[in-house]
């Protein structure tokens, strides 16, 4: 059974620039959720995707957006990068419970994006 | 809405001390509660988890039991080990609004050093 796997795992950006985030779910998960994690915080869920559609957003702003694939991997783009982006970005997969599935979410190791 | 709080560390034992970190929260209805684990460079690890309350959570030695009187889910260990050095954080799923919408809260984390 595959894990969760997140690529790149580090990437810096210069502010104002764009960034897309790739993620793809552990065989059998059809929910990809993504968290953002700053230095020295919790995790801070960002939104999740179910069936290609967003299915539930924290507060963040629209210019962090996504996709969701066939194959349930996703993609986290975040457009004109600020300084606070800088953080670790987790995405987790799962499979809801209306599914069979348990819910729990199993999380990747993690891209840091460092904005300069 | 949700939130958790989680006791303030570092905590720094000694090998074979006891463990007590303590987490409290906040929601509305009856939450699932886990317990995280994240080792230096990595992405979070699930240690144990309770659904409802009453119900205890065990893994790897640790301990937590869901109280909905006082809404706590304090982690535990008898025992710890250098290898149990990481970051332990506290969550909490809320159970309203459907089957697939499974967002974690976080507490801000509690780093753990172990010596020898």
């Known amino acids: 059974e595959t894990g969760v796997t997140q690529s790149p795992t580090h990437l810096i950006k210069t502010r104002g620039q764009q960034v897309t985030l790739r993620c793809s779910s552990q065989?059998?998960?059809?929910?990809v959720s993504w968290y953002q994690q700053a230095l020295g915080q919790g995790p801070q869920f960002i939104f999740q995707?179910?069936?290609?559609?967003?299915?539930g957003r924290g507060n963040f702003p629209p210019r962090f957006s996504g996709l969701q694939f066939p194959n349930y991997s996703s993609e986290l783009n975040v457009n004109a990068l600020e300084l606070d982006d800088s953080a670790l970005y987790l995405c987790?997969?799962?499979?809801?419970?209306?599914?069979?599935?348990?819910?729990?979410?199993?999380f990747g190791p993690g891209t840091r994006l460092t904005v300069t | 809405g949700d939130s958790v709080t989680q006791m303030e560390g570092p905590v720094t034992l000694s090998e074979e001390a006891f463990l007590t970190i303590n987490c409290t929260y906040t929601?509305?209805?009856?939450?699932?509660l886990f317990w995280y684990v994240q080792y230096p460079g990595e992405g979070l690890q699930l240690l144990l988890k309770?659904?409802?309350?009453?119900d205890k959570g065990s893994n790897k030695g640790f301990e937590a039991t869901y109280r909905k009187e006082t809404t706590s889910f304090h982690l535990e260990k008898g025992s710890v080990q250098v290898s149990d050095s990481a970051v332990y954080f506290c969550?909490?799923?809320?159970?309203?609004?459907?089957?697939?919408?499974?967002?974690?809260?976080f507490g801000q984390g509690t780093i753990l050093t172990v010596h020898p």
């Open positions: 065989s059998g998960h059809n929910t």
């Open positions: 309770a659904t409802k309350a009453d």
């Open positions: 969550a909490l799923r809320s159970n309203a609004g459907g089957t697939s919408y499974g967002k974690l809260t």
């Open positions: 995707y179910y069936r290609e559609e967003e299915n």
């Open positions: 987790a997969s799962s499979s809801p419970r209306g599914a069979g599935g348990t819910n729990e979410q199993y």
């Open positions: 929601a509305t209805g009856y939450p699932s």
